[in-house]
C-alpha cells in the first residue's frame, strides 16, 4: 500500500461516512417498512456464496462477472452478485419444512466484477421481495404494490415515477399467432431485450440469426407495437388488482418490457423515473423454474431486485442533497469541569425518557458548544454553568426556532 | 457442487432463515437504539478492504487468518477481519475535514479464518462504537455505558453481566514500580493475557522468555492480586462517572483483563456473563496510537467491539429460545374468488393506516385460513364470507385473546 493511496476504499467499494449512512437509512428504513407492511418475513445469508450454484444458475461464463476464489481446503466460493440462487438453495434446503407461499424479503449486499463506468460500482444492496409457491397473480400485485409503497415512503409519488409491465407469457402467444414456434421464443426475447441500446438492424440481424424468416422479423417489430394487453387474462387482472389495492397510477403496459435474465416465465415489469434520467429503479418478474434448476422440487415464484444506487440518485436530484438530513436530538455541554457531573446526570436522564443525546466529554466555552451543536445537526441544546447547576434548573434551547423552556436538573 | 450437498450454505457461513432473523433483528435493533441513545453516528464500508491495510495494522501474519484473494488487477485485496482498520482508514483519509471527537458506530460483517470448532462461524457481525479524538475518560464511560444500555435494551440486567475494568497504564505504573522497566511491559502483558488459558508455570515461563528474573516474575503474579484501583486515577474516574450515569452496578474492577491485542494504552474492559458460562460479549479499551500505525495524524480513541453470536446465545440461554418472537400484524383471508377484490382493498386500508398485513393469495376454507395465521404469528385475522362483503362489515379476530371486533370494509 503506498502511503499516497493508502486511505482510499478498494477500488469499486464504497465507504458510507454519517452523511452518506443517512441516505442509506432513509432508503434501507423504507424498504423495511414496505416489506413489513406488505406481510414479508425477513431472511438473510451470507455474501460469500458456493460458486457451483452461481454457476448453475447463470452459466459458468458467470466466473468473468464475479469475485471468486479458493479457500484454504479449495473449496470455490464466490461474492455472490445476486441473492436470487441463494433464495432458491435455502428453499430447497428446506422445502418439505417450509408452508408455502412464502413472501420472504432481505436487503443484500451483491457483488460484480464488471468494468467502471461513472457511477458504476462492484457492489451495491439490493432489496429483494419474493413470493414462492403461489401461482395467483395476486402475487405479482403484492410484489410491485410493496415495491411502489417503498417510494412513495422515500417521499417520490407516481409523477415521478412508473412501473412498465408486460408478460412473456403474452408476448409469446403473440408470436406463436404470428407462426414463430416456441422454441425459437427465447432467442427472440434476447434479441428484443435490447432494443433501446442498439439500432434495430442489428436486432433485425439478432432475430435472422436465431432462425427467424425475413417476415417472422418483421412480424416481430410490429407486435412489438402492441398497445393492448386486454387479450391477456393476467395482464389484464393485474391492472384491475392493482387498481383496487390503490396504485394502477403507477403501472403502465409496455410490451417492450424483456428483461434479459432467461428464467423468467410470465409477468416481467421494470420501473422508471418518468423523465428517463436514470436507469431502471427495480425489476423483476414471475420465474417458475428457478428450483428446479438447482436441483429442488418445481416451484412457482415471483421476485423484485431494487437496487440501492439508482434511487438514491434520483431522491438526491428530486428532493435535493439535504432532504435525509433531519435534526434530531439533545447536545448536552458544560462550562467548567464542575459542571460535568450535572451534564453526565442529565445526559442519562434525558436517554432515560427515550432521547438521543450527543453529551459533551470536555468542558467548553458557550459559543463553541453551540456552534458544534448546531452544525452537528442537534434538534435541541442544554449548556450548564455554575448559576444552573446551583439552581438545579437550566434551559432547553431549541436550535430552529431559538425559544428556550426551562428543564428541572434534579 | 454435488446434488447431496448443494443446499448448504458454504463451509462457516450462516443462513438466517425469518426464526433465525426475528433474533439477530433483536440484537441489532438493540444496538442501534443504544447508539442512537448515546449519540453515535453511524457509518459503514464494503466488507472487501485493501490486504495491506489490514497487514499494516496486524502483521503480515494475518494472511494466515483472513480470506484474501486478488482481483483481476492484481490488486490484493481481502475480507476484513475486522472494522479498526478500516475505521482508521475512513478517518485518516478525510481527518482535515472532520470535527472531533468523532462518535461513530457501525454493525460490521467481519470474516476469520480459523479451524472450525463447535460454535465457531468464519463469520460474524461486530457492533462497534468508536470515540476518536477525546482523551477525558468520559469517552470511555460513554462507550461502556452505551454497550450495558444495548445489553438492557435486549432484555437482561446488571445480575446477568458484568463489564470487567482494568488499565495497561496502572498496569504497566505496578510493573514499574515493582522494578520491571517499560520495555519489557508488551512482552509481560502478552504472557499475562494468557491467564486462566494455560497453566501458571507457563506463564511463568513466558515472562521469564521476555527477560524478567525470577523476583520479577513473582512481583508480576503479586501485582495480579492488587484489589484496588484507587491508586490510578482514570479508573477511580471511570468508577465515579459510571455511579454518576447509573451503570455503576455493571462494573467490576479486575487487573487481570489485558485484551489480546498490544495496540491498548489505557483503559481496556471485557464483558461477561455472571455465570462465566459464554465467551465474552463485548471488549474494548483506549488505543491511542492506530492512526499513526497506518500513516496518519497522532489521535487519542476509544473503542469497543460486540460480537453478535455470543449475546444471541447468551439471550436464548436467559430468555428462552422463542423470547425474540411476538406476534405482530392481521392476517386477511378470503372464502371464495368473489370476495378476493373486498379482501385488496381491505389489506390496502389497513396498511394505509399502518398495519403490517399478511395478505392471503387465494381463497381458502376458514379453518386453513386461521390456522396458517395463527402458526405465522399473526396478532390478528379477518377472514371475509360472502355475508361480511355484502354487509360491508366483517370480524377483526384477536389471536391470543379470541376476541373480536367489527370493522368496516367501506
Redo the contacts between chains.
Sequence with gaps: ?A?KM??????G??????AD?VW??KVFDAFRAAG????F??????????Y??LA?KAGEEVGDQI?H?F???E?H?A?RPEMTPTLA??V???QKEL?F?L??TTIA?C?R?ERMTKGRKR?HYQWNLD?IG?D?V??E??VI?AAC?ALRRMGLSPSDFEVRVSSRKFLGELLAASGIPAEKHQQVFLALDKRGKMPDSEIAAMLKDGGLSESEVAATFSIMETKSYESSAELTELFH?AS???FADCLRFDIGVIRGLSYYTGIVFECFDRKGEFRAIFGGGRYDNLLTT???EPTSAVGLGFGDVVVTELLKSRLGESAAAARK?V?VGFMFPEQ??AA??L??KL?AE??????A??NQKPKKFFS?AD??GAAEAVFLGPDDVEKGVARLKNLETREEKEICLR
Design positions: 500500500m502511503d493508502g486511505f482510499e476504499a478498494p477500488r467499494m464504497r465507504d458510507f461516512y454519517p449512512m442509506r437509512n413489513e407492511a406488505a406481510g418475513e425477513q431472511y438473510d445469508a451470507c455474501v460469500v456464496e458456493n457451483d450454484l448453475r469475485y476464489f479457500d484454504k481446503s473449496r466460493i461474492l438453495r435455502m430447497a434446503q428446506r408452508s407461499p413472501k420472504w449486499q457483488f466484477y457492489e413470493i403461489e395467483s395476486l402475487a400485485a403484492e404494490g409503497d388488482l383496487v389495492a390503490g438447482i436441483g429442488g436530538g447536545a460535568r457531573d453526565v446526570m445526559a442519562a436517554r427515550g432521547k438521543r443525546v450527543d453529551l466529554l470536555v458544534h452544525s452537528s
